[in-house]
C-alpha cells in the first residue's frame, strides 16, 4: 500500500485544475502545508473558515482542499488577532496542509460549472464563453420545456437548502428549455448570456442594477434570471472534486480518505418579510 505525500497530491489536484487556467487576479494552489508531509485523509469544502478548519482537524485530515481562496490580499501578518490569522495559524499548528483551487476549477472540465449543468440534467452541455482559449460557463438544454416556477423547484432538488432560498426574476409560468449556469457570482456574463439565446441563467450574487438593466434590456423576455446562492451553487463542486481526486489517486492503490464538509458556510442565517409579488 502506498502512502501519499501532500506533493503527490498536489500534482494531482494540478491536473485537474491546471493553475495557469486561473484568472490573473487569482491566488489558487497550495496556502500551507509541506510537500513531504503524508496525506491520508482529505477534506473538501467551499470555504477555509475557522469551523471548516475545526471540522477538519476533528476529522484528522491532512489536507484541507478549498474552492475559495482564505488569503487573496496582501497580508503582513498571521497573528490570531485576526480571523484569516487565526485560520492561517490553526491550519499550521494542526499540520493541515491547504489547497485552493478556485477560477481555475470554475473553468475545468468537469468543474464547478459542469458540477452544476450536471445536476440539472442539462444535455448538448457546451461552454457560455471562450475567453484565452478556456470555456468559461456552460450552457446547456433541458430534454424538454418546463415552467420557471418547475425550473426553479428543480433547482432547489438539486441544490443543498439555504436559509436564503433561490429568487427568481422573470414570469412563473414561461416556458424555459435552454439553461445558461454559472457557479458564484455571475453577473459580469450577461452580454454572453444573451449571446447564447439561454431562456434563463442560474448564477448566484446578483445585484439590483445589473439585475433590474438586464430584465429591462430583455423587456420582460428572456433570459430570466435566478440566483441561486454563492455557497450553494458552488457546493455541488465538492463531489465532483473528490470523485475525480479519488480517480486520479485511486490508481495508485492508495487508502486515503475524502470528506466532504457537513458545514453550510453560506453566511446568511434566516430572512424574513419574503412575499411572492409584494407591492409596496
Ligand atoms: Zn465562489
Given at each position: 500500500m502506498q502512502e501519499l505525500t501532500l506533493s503527490d497530491v498536489v500534482v494531482a489536484l494540478a491536473g485537474l485544475y491546471?493553475?495557469?487556467?486561473?484568472?490573473?487576479w487569482d491566488r489558487v494552489g497550495?496556502?500551507?502545508?509541506?510537500?513531504a508531509q503524508p496525506v491520508r485523509r482529505i477534506h473538501l469544502a467551499v470555504d477555509a473558515t475557522l469551523a471548516v478548519i475545526d471540522e477538519a482537524r476533528a476529522a484528522g485530515a491532512d489536507l484541507l482542499v478549498t474552492h475559495?481562496?482564505?488569503?487573496?490580499r496582501g497580508v503582513h501578518s498571521v497573528a490570531t488577532t485576526t480571523a484569516k490569522g487565526a485560520s492561517v495559524t490553526s491550519l499550521i499548528v494542526n499540520d493541515i496542509a491547504l489547497y485552493v483551487a478556485h477560477t481555475n476549477a470554475d473553468v475545468a472540465s468537469p468543474g464547478v460549472c459542469d458540477a452544476l449543468a450536471g445536476a440539472l440534467g442539462l444535455g448538448r452541455v457546451r461552454p457560455l464563453e471562450e475567453v484565452d482559449g478556456v470555456g468559461v460557463g456552460r450552457v446547456g438544454e433541458l430534454p424538454e420545456p418546463v415552467s420557471l416556477r418547475s425550473f426553479a423547484e428543480l433547482l432547489s432538488g438539486a441544490l443543498p437548502a439555504t436559509p436564503a432560498g433561490i429568487r427568481v426574476a422573470g414570469p412563473a409560468q414561461a416556458r424555459v428549455q435552454r439553461v445558461a449556469v454559472v457557479g458564484?457570482?455571475?453577473?459580469?456574463m450577461f452580454d454572453a448570456v444573451r449571446a447564447s439565446g439561454a431562456d434563463v441563467y442560474v448564477t448566484a450574487d446578483l445585484r439590483h442594477h445589473p439585475v433590474l438593466e438586464a430584465r429591462e434590456e430583455a423587456r420582460g423576455g428572456t433570459p430570466y434570471l435566478i440566483d441561486a446562492g454563492h455557497w450553494a451553487s458552488e457546493w455541488l463542486w465538492l463531489a465532483s472534486a473528490r470523485d475525480e481526486l479519488w480517480r486520479v489517486l485511486g490508481e495508485r492503490g492508495t487508502t486515503v480518505e475524502l470528506h466532504i464538509s457537513?458545514?453550510?458556510?453560506?453566511p446568511w442565517d434566516f430572512v424574513v418579510g419574503a412575499e411572492p409579488g409584494g407591492t409596496p
Open positions: 491546471p493553475p495557469a487556467t486561473a484568472a490573473s497550495l496556502v500551507t502545508g509541506d510537500l475559495h481562496p482564505l488569503l487573496l458564484g457570482a455571475g453577473d459580469d457537513t458545514l453550510r458556510t453560506d
